[in-house]
């Protein structure tokens, strides 16, 4: 199973997510290596992981330079369409970024 993204205001309740049915995210999360991440290394494939506002930025960072050496297309496409979503939450305000583990 994948990593589903949401976009969650602050009461909990779903802004936009993004399904991972095939996998997808989880593909890029080997290429991150411990320390250099502050944020990515930190997502969990078999929980939920939740960034904020403040880290949000952090995360997008990092996102894009994992997304940007992947030679998997397929993981690198379903990758720059959580940059986008993360993007979203960066431009709003009191909301959090979710990945869903299994």
Do not use: W
Not at 51 to 63: M, W, Y
């Amino acid at each position: 199973m994948g990593i589903d993204v949401r976009i969650q205001d602050e009461r909990g309740g779903l802004v936009r997510e993004l399904l991972d049915p095939r996998s997808l995210l989880p593909r890029l999360l080997p290429q991150v290596n411990g320390n250099r991440s502050a944020c990515v290394r930190f997502i969990d494939p078999y929980g939920d992981t939740y960034f904020n506002q403040l880290q949000v930025p952090v995360l997008l960072a990092e996102l894009k330079a994992v997304v940007s050496t992947c030679a998997d297309k397929e993981a690198k496409a379903h990758g720059e369409a959580v940059i986008a979503l993360v993007e979203s939450a960066n431009e709003s305000m009191h909301t959090y970024v979710r990945f869903i583990g299994d």
